[in-house]
């Protein structure tokens, strides 16, 4: 089981939402998507998850990493139908950094 204060992880949900609907907020409206919760996770046995987009052909692919107040959430999406789409991002407390582009 992962520990991470639920404030920290919150934050870094929050985060990730935005992302989500930066990069996908169209179809997400359009569909009426739930956005994931991450608590699951931390007690998740598969250390990786999958969430669709609906319209978008692709999806984010994310877990999270490290442990406290100092743990991540590393993220990976992209479009079957938009080659170079993948992006890869690092979420923290303190934001959303872009750590990769164009592969997929």
Known sequence: MIQIP???????????H?????????????????LPELAPLLTS???QTWFPIPGMYGGFNYWLEGEGEQSRL????WS???EGSGQRHEITVDGTRLVEVGFV
Not at 6 to 16: G, K, M, V, W
Not at 74 to 77: A, I, Y
């Open 18 to 34: 935005s992302l989500i609907l930066k990069r996908a907020g169209a179809f997400i409206e359009e569909h009426n998507t739930a």
């Open 80 to 82: 079957r139908v938009a």
């Open 45 to 47: 046995q598969e250390r």
């Open 6 to 16: 639920d404030e920290t992880l919150l934050i870094i949900q929050r985060h990730f």
């Open 74 to 77: 590393v993220t990976e999406s």
